[in-house]
Structures are given as C-alpha cells and as structure tokens.
C-alpha cells in the first residue's frame, strides 16, 4: 500500500511544481504535464513500468471529457453540423490515410502494415486540443469549431477502424502467435461479443447503442430526480460516475470505443435540466485523470529507443505533422476557412493522437504491426504530441499578432459610400446598432478590421467594408466630413480611446457614441471626448434585474418606476464620481476618497429605491410619452 501513496505523491508533486510554472512561461498546462512525465521518468527515471499501467487508467480522462462535450451538443446542433462533420472531418481522415500510408510504403514497408500506420496518424488529440482551446479562449474561433468538427469525426471513425485493423494481419505474425512466442504480448480482456458470428456481433453492438440511447433518454430523469431528492451532494456525483463508467464498460465489453459510448450519452442528456450539476460533477475528475494521461505520455518517453534511432523519429514526427498540416491548409482553403482561423486548424490538428495507443497497442495484439515497429510509431505519437502545444506557442506569438497587426496581405476595402452614420466595429455590438438604424432608413458605414467577419456579413446581406476605422484617410472616404455621428463599437479598449480623441479633435461638431467595457473605461472615453457612453453591460443587468423584480411579484410598471430611479440617481452621480476619478493621477484613480463617494452614492440609490411614487409621475418621465407632431421633420432638418 505504502508504494502507491508514495507514486501518487510523486505524480502530483510534479503536477503541482511543473504546471504553474509552464501556464506562467505562457506554455500551457498540456506542456507542463509532458515535462512534469519527462522529468520523474525518462530524466530522474523516479517512476517506472507502473506508467503503462497508470496510462490506462488515465486514459479514462479522454472518456469523461467526450462525455462532457457531449453534454454541449444537441441533436439537432449534430445535425448543422453534418456538412462539416462529413466532408471536412471525413476528408482530413481519409486524405491523411492514404497519403501517410503511400509514405510508410515508400519506406520499405508491406502494405498492410503501412494502411494500419496511416490509420493510427490520421488521427489527432483530442485531449490536447480541446483542452488547450479551453484554456486559449478559441473554442468559439471559426478555426476553433472546424477542428472540433474534424476530432469528433475522427473519434466516430476509431470504431470502423477497430473493425477493419485485424483485417490487416500479417501471416508470419499470426504464425508466431500461433505459436506462443508472441503470446505475452496479449492481453485478455472480457468481452461479450467474442466469437460470435458477424451478424450476432451487430447487432450486439446494434443493441448497445440502442440501449444507451434509450435508457439515456426515458431512465436518466426519474434516476437524477431520485438522486436529488436525497440532497446528498456525493451520491450526485457517484451518480454521474455510475453513468460515466457504466457506459464505457458497457462499450468495452462489445468491443466499441468506450469514448464514443459516453460522447453519444452526452449528447442524450444535453437537454436534461441536470445538464450542468453533471457537468459540475465530472470536471474535476476529467481535469485531474487528463493530467495524468499527459504526465505518462512524458514519462512513457524511451529514451534508449529513442537514441537508437533518434534520426528515424524526428524524421518521422516531422513528416507526420508536416503532411498532416499539409492536408488541414488544402482542406481549410476549400472550405474557406481564412486568415489566422486557417493557421489555427491546421496547425492545431498536426499531430497525432491519444487514440494512436490505443490503435498500436490493438495492432500488436492483432498481428498487424511488428513490435519494434511499434515501439518507433509510439514514440513518434508522444513526441508529435509533445511539439503540440509548442505550435499554438508559435500560433499565439507570431502568426496571431501579424494576422492582428496586419491583417494578412488583403488590402483595405475601397469605400464607395458615405454615410449620415458610421459604425466603427462589425461585431454583436456594431451589428446591432447598424440593423436599427438601417431598418429605419437611415444611412450607415460600418468598417471591421477582421476580414472573416467582414465576410460572414457580406453573406447574410449586410454591407461592411474591410478597413482600419482608426486610419483617418478611410474615415474621411466615409464621409465622416459630413456625417452626424461615429459610433464607435470596436474591441480594442486602446484603440477605441485614440479613435474617440482623433475624431472629437478633428471633426468636432460631430456626434460620438461609444460603448465601454467598465466604468474605468467609461471615465477613459469620456475624458477622450466622447458625447454619449453606453457601459457594455449595463443596460441587460437592469434588464435582468428588472425581470428578476417581476418574477417575484413586483408590478411591471412599478419595476419600470424603479428602474427609471435607478439609472437617473446613477446618472446624477456619475459627473460626481468622475470628477473625482479626473483628479487623481495615473494608479490612484479608485482612492480611498472615490470609493467613498461610490458607497454614498449606493446609499442615494437605495433610499430613492424605497420612495414611493405611485400616486405621482416624474416630470422628467415625460419621455414615455409619443412625440408632437413634425418631430421627424424637425429632426431631418
């Protein structure tokens, strides 16, 4: 017993020394578990034989995470998806297939043994990239749902792979099996499905998924409805472990990949209202085993073999991912993915996979792959994971900023048209703005500085031009001469104050409304210039607020009465607090003074939160009321 505690303390010391110090290097969690494994293996050589062992255990950490991602699909989010899940997830597999196996055949070796090869290297991790997406905030990037789309088919595509791999079985090793010389290497395991006839094997494997969608579907509720009525917090989560487990041995035991088995039970229960208690539940236990995983990977690293035929692996590391990314640019091109989202796919996709030991470890068991050529392709799978996260390094670094600075080489859009409005930013906040003032005739320019989101409005009919709206020659091809208002709707906190100051120095007459992040950058805009400030999320706060008050039993015109009180104490004191904020110098700003007069003015909003004003209107409500006749004409003038 004392051996365990002493290798599980070994394994989070490292965890714990090396993972901070990489997130803090900007490496990333995923390289600091790899060098962690590298250190108290190959290096310090502290552990041992026992990674394989732990390796499969922590293997479990890629099934809880499928599992998680399918707890954020729908069905019907699946079924958008078929294009891109088919085409460009079915072309990178089949396309990388045949091009890795012509290779491995080129290299001396028979032909089966090279389709099992280019098999195995098709496929990608899914542990790395997800994660490492989450970590990066570019899951949400187009890059970033095209590479989802490509690993969920490649984690669909595991299960023919399984089927088709013993097919592949070379005779002279089937013979040595046979034989016993070999017999070691295999593993038994239980399985259900063994020896039956191909038609029984169906639809065993028919019934198994069958069954998990269907129990998935009618059982889940009443079991967590269960569950919950106890109101013990561990039996919640043994519950979620149950289902996790119990599919996966369930996939194991009919020869399926237990990864795939919990994704499609995810997918079953996304529209469950436990949803996120499951989710809550799992995370730590997926984030602590996918640790692991990584830390064996590094740890499993041979460093004899891999002195032995150093060349050989680096040469075939290099040549997997370079025609791996080959493929995903080809791919990304024809899908039109663009500018830095098409560096991100294929860059992110380049190497192979966790689902790679996995195939070789089956191969080994069937005959199909020689042992000394496995133990080569199994380093070349650990190394081309190890070089991973060094790719989104050098995609954070160089080709982002270059993509941010420059824009790729596309050159700024001519503007042809000016505008009574012009819309500096194209994103949720800009198009919003744009539909209301369009829809009301009145005449807008909006530039964006991302060209794929220029793009994708020019699609759904929304007219946006390519261009740097902080440049003042495009601003003045826009007509900002002439024009009534800026809205200034971009991103970028710095570059939304210059713009602010440009145009309130130059074209002072004009109007300018901008959004703000905070109330920091409120004070920052408004010192820059800008007439009109909107704080980003401060009118859905009242908004939710306000629905808050009526759920509860609040009368909707009362609400609307408060709320009103609310913004107009808050308006009154905010000349107040910036005042106050101006004064100070650079760090000083939010002083003992200011958040003084902050707390003071909380104190106003609650005592004008408690008057009561049912039985008379504020004059200043007036605004409630229609306009007088002519108004629009007044206003066209």
Sequence with gaps: MTIYF??????????????????????????????????????????????????????????????????????QMLWKMRNRLIGLGGLQVLLSTILISLVTYLLGQAFTV??????????????????????????????????????????????????????????????????????????EELSLVAGLPTWAYALAILASISSVVVLGHFLSRPLFHYVAQSGLREIFVATALLIVIGIAALMSLVGLSPALGTFMAGVVLANSEFRHELESNIEPFKGLLLGLFFITVGAGIDFNVLTSHFAVVVGLTVAVMVIKGGVLWGLASLFKIRNSDRWLFALSLAQAGEFGFVLLSFSIQNSVIP???????????????FLTPSLFILFEKVIMPRYQTTNSSQPFDVIDEKGKVIIAGGG???????????????????????????????????????????????????????????????????????????????FPNIKIITRAYDRGHNYELRQAGADIIVNETYHSALEVGAQAMTSLGYHPFLVEQKKFAFIKTEVQASQHLYERWSLRSEGEQYDHDYRKLFMQIEEAIKEAMQSDRLDKHSHDERGWTPPPKGYENDFDS
């Design 6 to 75: 002493i290798q599980a303390f070994v394994y989070l010391l490292a965890a714990v020394i090396t993972v901070p110090l990489a997130k803090k290097l900007g490496l990333g969690s995923v390289l600091g578990y790899l060098i962690a494994g590298v250190i108290i293996g190959p290096v310090t050589g502290i552990v041992g034989q026992e990674t394989v062992t732990i390796q499969h255990f922590a293997e479990f950490g890629v099934v809880m995470m499928l599992f998680l991602v399918g707890l954020e699909l729908h069905p």
């Design 114 to 187: 090279a389709i099992a090869v280019g098999l195995i290297f098709s496929l990608s991790s899914t542990a790395i990239v997800l994660q490492t997406f989450n970590e990066k905030g570019l899951s949400k990037t187009d890059g970033g749902k095209n590479a989802f789309s490509v690993l969920l088919m490649q984690d669909i595509a595991v299960i023919p792979m399984l089927a088709f791999i013993p097919m592949l079985a070379l005779p002279e090793l089937v013979a040595l099996a046979e034989q016993g010389k070999v017999a070691a290497q295999h593993h």
């Design 371 to 385: 042992d000394h050529v496995a133990q080569i392709l199994q380093l070349v799978v650990a190394l081309s994971m």
């Design 428 to 506: 949720r906040f800009g198009q919003v703005v744009n539909r209301l003032l369009v829809a009301n005739d009145i005449k807008t320019v909006v530039m964006d500085l991302d060209a794929s989101q220029v793009e994708n409005l020019r699609t759904i009919k929304i007219k946006t031009f390519f261009g740097d709206a902080t440049r003042p020659e495009l601003l003045h091809t826009a007509g900002i001469d002439n024009a009534s208002a800026l809205v200034v709707a971009i991103d970028d906190r710095e570059s939304a104050k210059s713009l602010v100051h440009y145009a309130k120095q130059s």
